[in-house]
């Protein structure tokens, strides 16, 4: 009687995940667009080191459904847009949300 339950339990899960489909964030975004997303963040973060006028380090990147999310401190408001325009820049980003603070 325990293998017959625990079998049945092993289908209902696999069913549960095969209808399911792939969703892995909020149940809103697919697998593939989850990967799109983890890509776009990496190649902001990549252009942010190259780039000598913006604080790699200072600033977070998240990226939802491309759109991306920059948080964190710039040293100027220079720095701040520049930040801003290199993610722009980037590759299938479609809107970009500039929380930046400026601090001295």
């Known amino acids: 009687m325990k293998y017959a339950r625990a079998i049945a339990f092993a289908a209902l899960a696999g069913i549960t995940?095969?209808?399911?489909?792939?969703?892995?964030?909020?149940?809103?975004?697919?697998?593939?667009?989850?990967?799109?997303?983890?890509?776009?963040?990496?190649?902001?973060?990549?252009?942010f080191v190259e780039d000598k006028t913006v604080a790699a380090t200072s600033i977070s990147v998240?990226?939802?459904?491309?759109?991306?999310?920059?948080?964190?401190f710039a040293k100027s408001n220079a720095e701040k847009m520049q930040?801003?325009?290199?993610?722009?820049?980037?590759?299938?980003?479609?809107?970009?949300?500039?929380d930046i603070v400026v601090r001295p």
């Not at 792939?22 to 799109?36: F, K, L, M």
């Not at 983890?38 to 973060?45: C, E, G, N, Q, S």
């Open 17 to 47: 995940i095969i209808g399911s489909g792939c969703a892995v964030v909020r149940g809103q975004e697919t697998a593939g667009a989850y990967v799109d997303d983890a890509t776009i963040t990496t190649a902001v973060k990549a252009k």
């Open 62 to 72: 998240e990226t939802l459904n491309g759109t991306v999310q920059l948080s964190g």
């Open 83 to 98: 930040a801003e325009n290199v993610a722009r820049g980037v590759k299938n980003v479609k809107a970009v949300r500039n």
